[in-house]
């Protein structure tokens, strides 16, 4: 079983920066990849990005290309997002999950997952 909490969400004004981080809690976290998921009002949870169990390799969203960075401190078994140039259409809830399979953008891909943490940005 793995439980995971989100933090370091609030109110931003367009153009501001934000991390996210993703704590975690059991003794498999290093043999999963984690990914960044966000779900805004009225919309479907879209992927956002992921990175590999070891931390060589991530993966993003289009949109988050060149804006987002995702890291892992393996150490500390916690998972950062990193957003910069935010925009209000990135308000929404962040989650953080866990998966067994790369590369995978699915929510249902992922088995476990935080209760996400709110970042609105303000225009």
């Known amino acids: 079983q793995v439980q995971l909490q989100e933090s370091g969400g609030g109110l931003v004004q367009a153009g501001g920066s934000m991390r996210l981080s993703c704590t975690t809690s059991?003794?498999?976290?290093?043999?999963?990849?984690m990914g960044w998921f966000r779900q805004a009002p009225g919309k479907e949870r879209e992927f956002v990005a992921a990175v590999t169990s070891s931390g060589y390799s991530t993966f993003y969203a289009d949109f988050a290309k060149g804006r987002f960075t995702i890291s892992r401190a393996s150490a500390e078994g916690t998972v950062f997002l990193q957003m910069s140039s935010l925009k209000p259409e990135d308000t929404a809830v962040y989650s953080c999950a866990t998966t067994r399979n790369w590369i995978r953008q699915s929510p249902s891909d992922y088995n476990y997952w935080g209760q996400g943490t709110q970042v609105t940005v303000s225009s």
């Open positions: 059991g003794r498999t976290f290093n043999s999963y990849h």
